[in-house]
T-cell receptor, first 115, second 112 residues
Framework: DAMVIQNPRYQVTQFGKPVTLSCSQT?????MYWYQQKSSQAPKLLFH???????NEADTPDNFQSRRPNTSFCFLDIRSPGLGDAAMYLC??????????????FGPGTRLLVL | QQQVKQSPQSLIVQKGGISIINCAYE??????FPWYQQFPGKGPALLIA?????SEKKEGRFTISFNKSAKQFSLHIMDSQPGDSATYFC???????????FGTGTRLQVFP
């Protein structure tokens, strides 16, 4: 089945120790998104790639970086995790056309714990 | 103008009852309105979506009602089941954009 895969599902890191979360998709979608979701809140968009074009949200801290080496894979790098970065990180994809809004398909998420 | 307001924040319904969640938006350029269902520890999953050219869309027990003039849309869950207990997010997206604007979410609990 075509899907969005996130690894690992759970990640424990130490305060200040860099961590990388990964996302892959078999949907061949041209847009990939990274969201941060904290308890009882809506997902918050960090950034997204439209093909190879990177689009950062204005309020995303510099501590968060992303890479998209090819259509299928996207990575979220947290350079120096703080306690406030503990959250669920969600990857999503969509097949955006010029016609407007399209469905975003979410992965299962990676739960990040910062000690 | 980019906000989507969602209510109620939480909802408790008895099994077999109707669950109703409401959302309102301001940006008339929005042209796609999905509802996502999220279980604890899981990613959001698309439940049902509507575009403003229709006033209602039904899929099984789930119905979206859309009122373009009032800039409101709602999710109705008929014959609510304990398995429907989850958090529901409405969202909106416009043309020439690739970002969803999420509502704040509604935690639904269905008791047997």
């Amino acid at each position: 089945d075509a899907m969005v895969i996130q690894n690992p599902r759970y990640q424990v890191t130490q305060f200040g120790k860099p961590v990388t979360l990964s996302c892959s998709q078999t949907l061949n979608h041209n847009v990939m998104y990274w969201y941060q979701q904290k308890s009882s809140q809506a997902p918050k968009l960090l950034f997204h790639y439209y093909d190879k074009d990177f689009n950062n949200e204005a309020d995303t801290p510099d501590n968060f970086q992303s890479r998209r080496p090819n259509t299928s894979f996207c990575f979220l790098d947290i350079r120096s995790p703080g306690l406030g970065d503990a959250a669920m990180y969600l990857c999503a994809t969509s097949s955006l056309t010029s016609g407007g809004g399209e469905t975003q398909y979410f992965g299962p998420g990676t739960r990040l714990l910062v000690l | 103008q980019q906000q989507v307001k969602q209510s109620p924040q939480s909802l408790i319904v008895q099994k077999g009852g109707i669950s109703i969640i409401n959302c309102a938006y301001e940006n008339t350029a929005f042209d796609y309105f999905p509802w996502y269902q999220q279980f604890p520890g899981k990613g959001p999953a698309l439940l049902i979506a509507i575009r403003p050219d229709v006033s209602e869309k039904k899929e099984g027990r789930f119905t979206i009602s859309f009122n373009k003039s009032a800039k409101q849309f709602s999710l109705h869950i008929m014959d609510s089941q304990p398995g429907d207990s989850a958090t529901y997010f409405c969202a909106a997206e416009g043309p020439h954009t690739d970002k969803l604007i999420f509502g704040t979410g509604t935690r639904l609990q269905v008791f047997p």
